[in-house]
């Protein structure tokens, strides 16, 4: 079993940044693909930033150039940078732990075995 607990969401003006940490606990996290997903209100649970193990990333389209993921095995903590934050960015961003043997980034939620709990980024124009 794999625990997420992430942090770091809160309100911030449009045009700032904010970094969202995933901390993980009952494994490490040296294997495991990392992903980022949100889900705005009313829509669907939507695909934003992956890294696998071999440090490979993929971002969505809307987040290109802005957003950042890292993970840091020492700590067993993944990172979401995002900067140029707008208000269509707001959303219960969640992190996601993945099996290792998939292929490529993966950017589907039914792909990932363990989710945070989530945490709310408000972006406000």
């Known amino acids: 079993q794999v625990q997420l607990v992430e942090s770091g969401g809160g309100l911030v003006q449009a045009g700032g940044s904010l970094r969202l940490s995933c901390a993980a606990s009952g494994h490490t996290l040296g294997r495991w693909i990392m992903g980022w997903f949100r889900q705005g209100p009313e829509k669907e649970r939507a695909f934003v930033a992956v890294q696998t193990w071999t440090d490979s990333t993929a971002y969505a389209d809307s987040v290109k150039g802005r957003f950042t993921i890292s993970r840091d095995n020492a700590k067993n903590t993944v990172y979401l940078q995002m900067n140029s934050l707008k208000p269509e960015d707001t959303a219960v961003y969640y992190c996601?732990?993945?099996?290792?043997?998939?292929?490529?980034?993966?950017?589907?939620?039914?792909?990932?075995?363990?989710w945070g709990q989530g945490t709310q980024v408000t972006v406000s124009s």
């Open positions: 996601a732990a993945g099996p290792d043997y998939l292929r490529g980034e993966p950017t589907t939620a039914k792909d990932y075995d363990y």
